[in-house]
């Protein structure tokens, strides 16, 4: 019998935990495919103009991760206000001025 929902508590904490410290957590990750999509957009253009939908692999993930980092609850550390790295992505851009 899980009392006052015990077990669902330890579920959402070791989630928590995962994403707070696993592989440095999340923010760490999300920062890191954010720099992904700047290397590959300085060094390697003609990629992302060939295969255009790559930079929207890159957002999607950041938006998994990002929205996964809200609803877990899990905040970034204050001791750098630039961390993560700001979304560096075109796709998004141009999608609030209208254009395609």
Known sequence: MDFFGIKAKRQLAAIQ???AQSARGIHKRIDENRE????LQRDFPHLLSSYWWIEGWVESQDQFLTDLALATGVVRGLSNQNFPRPWPGRLSERA????K
């Not at 992904?36 to 290397?39: F, G, S």
């Not at 609030?96 to 254009?99: A, F, I, L, S, T």
């Open 96 to 99: 609030k001025r209208g254009e």
């Open 36 to 39: 992904l999509l700047e290397t």
């Open 17 to 19: 935990e995962v994403v």
